[in-house]
């Protein structure tokens, strides 16, 4: 479960290797993701399972059905609220998740009925809100769906280029939601999130390591995206993850 602390830290985290050392490290949560060249799309079973058995953390799984946008057709909203309710049953601590309308503004009927599908498990609404029409409106109405976070990165690519959004999000949710800025948050810039005064900071700590594989095969590939690597092995750092948490800390 989550440790008690003023400011929570949060490894987004795409394995259990991550998740051990985000454990390790002493991070509060980890968001648990699949398909990280998509954004972030709902893990395996067998990986939570793993995950809820092997850590202490407070496990919170990203529902999201595939990469891309946020507005979700009928079938996709179907299989996001059978994963959900599957998901509240193996015991996960929270959900994360978002969906808007065409229009832009927050699709609070599919988010409802969810809210009522999974009781009373922790909700974060994550980046979708970043790409809203009216991020303020949507904040008054994740309050109303009893939404506990917010994860966001200011409407910028980055959260220390949307650091001036993020305070007013601060501001405008005066403690009736939390705030938690993502989206290339480090041990260098963490302490910035701190003095505007959000509730926690979420960080993938994200590095690299060269496969094992020896023999490869040149001219395919299984993705079909040449540009990225098939032979690297992307991973949450433990001593990024503890740097991070040291800075945090000494506030």
Known sequence: MERNSRLAVEVCAYSLESCLAADRAGADRVELCASPHDGGCTPSSGLVKAVLA???LAVHVMLRPRGGDFCYDAYEKQTMLEEAEELVRSGVHGLVVG???PNGDLDVEFLKTLRQR?????LTCHRAIDVSRDPDAVIEQLIELNFQRILTS?????????IENIAQMVAR???RIEI???SGVNPQNCRQFLDIGVDAVHTSARTVRDSGMDYRRPGISMGGLSEVSEFEIAYASEELIRATIQQVRMA
């Open 54 to 56: 092997a850590t202490s």
């Open 154 to 162: 200011g409407q910028k690519n980055k959260a220390l280029e949307g």
């Open 180 to 182: 938690m800025a993502g």
């Open 173 to 175: 949710a005066a403690g």
């Open 118 to 122: 999974v009781g009373d498990v922790s």
């Open 99 to 101: 969906a808007l309308m």
